[in-house]
């Protein structure tokens, strides 16, 4: 017989932890709700009345989370005992559906703008009670009793025989999460500078671009893909596809570079790479002759991208210029940013050297920044913020002289000093 030592056979703690470990399998149960609203108009209210109790108006069908839905309006009730005293509001489940587990909330709108509307909300009793549950097509939820009629009629929830009715539904989800058993990096898109390495060694291109002293080799389909107008003129009906030699007037070498950069790497170059560390231009010059190429070469993203930049680049010395762009290349929030800052800036401003220009290029922008002036004043800007009434009266008088009338602006009727 062999005897066999206890000790011999005993696993030790330590491995046993790290088998234990290594078989450890994990998941995650995410329950959420996916949801949805719909807004549903009454128009007639007076009419629907003394239809019935029992009788509804329905909205039409909307989808959340994959299941169709309405709402219906009972103006008489939903119960003959009712029908003298409440309206009636009701969520339904307009699809065939096997125990669908849903959150709701129905709101009667306050058409004043006040906000005091009138909601009834399952969201709030998420906690307490649990979702609701409709098993079948046309099973309800909702309130008999939504609303005391009379005081509904006299309410600022009735307006112009009109009311309205905000659904919201959140239907309830669960899906699986388990840890991925491999990860790979996804590396970021290389597009950009594949098109960008085509430029810069020329690789196939068929199109050359004389622009001042200098010349630029390109590929008429990249520029066709990213340019309306470069599609026009090469691919359009009165387009010439075998032409190779194209003319640009009115544009700075440097500029057409730096758009052309952007045009393959669709991204915005770094400016004083491209016009050299000698250029006597400053950056927001750069920018702002590099956004009248985008806006007339149809690069809208470029256009923006610019806008952009410049919205950061205002001075008192730049504000006066990059309105004048603003409103020659229909840039809206870039001109608004601008009559901001020069509102709030009013005085530096008008002693600029560039305002001169402004009165000559664009007098009816004195107007707007009359009323951007007022509005600015009527908001209650901080006092280091205010202008001086002499500095309107002054810009006042500046756009009479050029034959802008005095005007009243928010009720301010500003006129020339006597």
Not at 86 to 105: H, K, P, Q
Not at 336 to 354: I, Q, T, Y
Request: with cysteine; hydrophobic share 40%.
């Amino acid at each position: 017989m062999v005897n066999f030592d206890a000790g011999e056979v005993t696993t030790p703690s330590s491995d046993l932890k790290r088998t234990e470990s290594s078989d450890l399998s994990s998941s995650k149960s995410v329950i959420e709700t996916v949801n949805g609203s719909h807004r549903f108009e009454i128009k007639g209210y007076s009419l629907a009345k003394g239809m019935g109790a029992g009788k509804y108006v329905s909205s039409d069908i909307f989808t959340v989370g994959g299941y169709d839905w309405a709402i219906y309006f009972y103006p008489d009730g939903k119960n003959p005992e009712d029908s003298s005293t409440y309206v009636s509001v009701f969520i339904a489940l307009a699809s065939e559906g096997t125990d669908v587990r849903a959150l709701f909330e129905l709101t009667l709108v306050d058409q004043t703008g006040n906000k005091k509307h009138k909601i009834h909300s399952h969201f709030h009793r998420a906690l307490e009670g649990g979702p609701y549950t409709l098993k079948y097509k046309g099973s309800m939820w909702g309130y008999k009793r939504f609303f005391r009629r009379a005081a509904l009629e006299q309410s600022e929830f009735l307006k112009e025989d009109c009311l309205l009715l905000e659904c919201t539904v959140g239907v309830v989800r669960s899906r699986m999460e388990r840890p991925k058993q491999y990860s790979i990096n996804m590396p970021p898109s290389d597009m950009g500078s594949s098109f960008k390495d085509l430029l810069d060694n020329e690789i196939g291109c068929d199109i050359v671009f004389k622009v001042g002293d200098e010349k630029f080799n390109a590929h008429k389909l990249v520029l066709a893909a990213r340019s309306p107008v470069f599609r026009a003129q090469f691919f359009g009906l009165v387009g010439n596809p075998k032409m190779d030699t194209v003319e640009v007037e009115d544009v700075e070498p440097s500029i057409f570079k730096a758009m052309l950069m952007y045009v393959y790497s669709d991204c915005l170059p770094d400016v004083f790479d491209i016009m050299g560390s000698n250029s006597s231009c400053s950056f927001a010059i750069m920018v702002q002759h590099l956004l009248a190429a985008a806006d007339r070469f149809g690069l809208d993203r470029l256009k923006m991208l610019c806008e952009y930049k410049l919205s950061d680049e205002i001075t008192v010395e730049t504000v006066t210029t990059t309105l004048s762009l603003a409103e020659q290349h229909r840039c809206v929030q870039l001109k608004r940013a601008c009559l901001k800052f020069a509102a709030a800036n009013l005085n530096a401003v008008m002693h600029s050297e560039g305002f001169r220009y402004l009165e000559e290029s664009c007098p009816s922008l004195l107007s707007e920044l009359l009323q951007t002036v007022a509005s600015v004043d009527d908001t209650g800007l901080p006092l280091s913020k205010k202008r001086s009434i002499s500095s309107v009266f002054a810009l006042d008088l500046a756009a009479t002289d050029r034959g802008i009338p005095a005007e009243s602006v928010n009720g301010r009727r500003f006129r020339r000093r006597l």
